[in-house]
């Protein structure tokens, strides 16, 4: 967790990515009342509004700060988790997880595969993952090439940004290569084929 980068989170609002990637998360949802684990939950905001709603969530992050804002709205629910582990944090050890949520992480992440086991080994069998990244396809890419923007959408100045820029079909083959089943997609955030983020929605086989 060393070469952790801080995020910088100051509150617990929603971000932009969160207020287009909540409604069609909540549609990917079981409504059974069975626990989630929201992985990467950064301030908490999404998991804290899922709680609102009656969902029954946790969340971890790496963001020792992030953890500390999201307690304090649902203390108790939110816990510092090092993504290079092989562990829960103890308190979450006796869940068993039905669905994992993951919004806007992967991209962040230099070993993704090792991600998706701790996921893969999360869930119990038949789970769910709802996991979102940046969309990249052939039309937002021309665009971003069009209009000179790969300089702003790539760009190596932010400390702690984006690394690994997936595809429908790069996000799924990882999936699918470890264990996983693509039962769903979504574009979000923009007009199609130009989409912010897309949705993947998989289930452990």
């Known amino acids: 967790m060393k070469e952790y980068k801080e995020y910088g989170w100051e509150n617990s609002e929603f971000t932009n990515a969160h207020a287009y990637l909540i409604r069609p998360i909540i549609d990917m949802l079981p409504v059974d009342g069975s626990p989630i684990l929201d992985l990467g939950c950064g301030n ?11 969902y029954n969530v946790y969340g971890t992050d790496a963001s020792i700060k992030g953890i500390e804002i999201a307690n304090k709205i649902n203390p108790g629910h939110f816990f510092v988790q090092d993504f290079t582990s092989d562990d829960l944090p103890v308190y979450l ?7 994992v949520i993951s919004t806007e992480v992967i991209e962040h992440l230099y070993d993704p595969k090792k991600y998706v086991s701790f996921i893969k080994l999360i869930l119990r069998s038949g789970g769910i993952i709802i996991i979102s990244t940046p969309y990249h396809g052939y039309l937002k890419n021309l665009a971003l090439s069009i209009f000179n923007k790969w300089d702003d959408h790539h760009t190596p100045l932010w400390e702690g940004g984006h690394i690994k820029f997936w595809s429908k079909k790069t996000l799924s083959s990882l999936l699918e290569q470890n264990g996983f089943k693509v039962i769903g997609f979504k574009g979000t955030g923009r007009i199609p084929f130009f989409w912010k983020s897309m949705i993947l929605l998989a289930k452990k086989i």
């Open 44 to 54: 908490g905001a999404i998991a804290n509004f899922l709680i609102r709603k009656g």
């Open 93 to 99: 050890k006796s869940i068993t997880f039905k669905t």
